[in-house]
């Protein structure tokens, strides 16, 4: 059971990226998935959520309207579009999965709801 984060990279602000998160070993299709991050000196925070069918998304005060997550269960993957990136944004983002709760989970967007976590990837943006 592996995810699998890509896509980070360097941005000047005002940019985009797209992270996706593939998972190995399971199907994503019945799984909340979170994306996190964490920047040097902070603690990790949670940036956006999608519920295991898609139907339900959640996201940081601080990235809405800038970020969309969503997920292709035919892939296996979890995609979290970044939009006028700022500096702040700057952080490792982890994607991580709930493969306990197995329905609905209480706070989509605190990090200790999911159990099963992949490595970071590094988005720095650039002023």
């Known amino acids: 059971v592996q995810l699998q984060a890509s896509g980070g990279g360097l941005v000047q602000a005002g940019g985009s990226l797209t992270l996706s998160c593939a998972a190995s070993g399971f199907t994503l299709d019945y799984n909340y998935i979170g994306w996190f991050r964490q920047a040097p000196g902070k603690e990790r925070e949670g940036v956006s959520s999608i519920s295991s069918h898609g139907g339900n998304t959640y996201y940081a005060d601080s990235v809405k309207g800038r970020f969309t997550i969503s997920r292709d269960n035919a892939k296996n993957t979890v995609y979290l579009q970044m939009n006028r990136l700022q500096p702040e944004d700057t952080a490792v983002y982890y994607c991580?999965?709930?493969?306990?709760?197995?329905?609905?989970?209480?706070?989509?967007?605190?990090?200790?709801?999911?159990?099963?976590w992949g490595q970071g990837t590094l988005v720095t943006v650039s002023s």
């Open positions: 991580a999965a709930d493969t306990v709760h197995g329905g609905g989970i209480p706070f989509p967007l605190e990090s200790y709801e999911y159990d099963n």
